[in-house]
């Protein structure tokens, strides 16, 4: 099972109803919207620093389920810079990457 980590910002028509409804729980809706592609919710925090929130999800599906949400998302206006990171396995990668340079020629 892929995780997928799930980072963005807020916009000011999000603020907005945050001081509006200052009791909201937004880990709720990322649950809905994790679970309407397929995906299981782990966890959900309003975070410090360049990103607003960060989401850990997980789920056997690819990459465009995730990307799906983010268009969705982003399409209300109430979230921008939405980045989505894919878990992957460095082992294989760097086996892979191996494999290429076997016949691989630099230019030069």
Do not use: C, H, W
Not at 85 to 104: F, I, N, P, R, V
């Amino acid at each position: 099972m892929k995780k997928y980590i799930v980072m963005g910002n807020y916009t000011a028509k999000a603020f907005q109803g945050f001081m509006k409804n200052p009791k909201q729980d937004r880990s709720t809706a990322v649950k809905a919207l994790t679970e309407a592609v397929g995906g299981t919710f782990e966890s959900f925090y309003i975070t410090r620093g360049p990103y607003d929130f960060v989401a850990v999800t997980s789920g056997d599906m690819p990459y465009e389920n995730f990307a799906g949400i983010k268009l969705a998302v982003e399409a209300s206006g109430t979230v921008e810079n939405m980045v989505i990171l894919e878990e992957m396995d460095m082992s294989k990668t760097a086996e892979l990457a191996a494999k290429a340079m076997a016949g691989y020629k630099p230019a030069g």
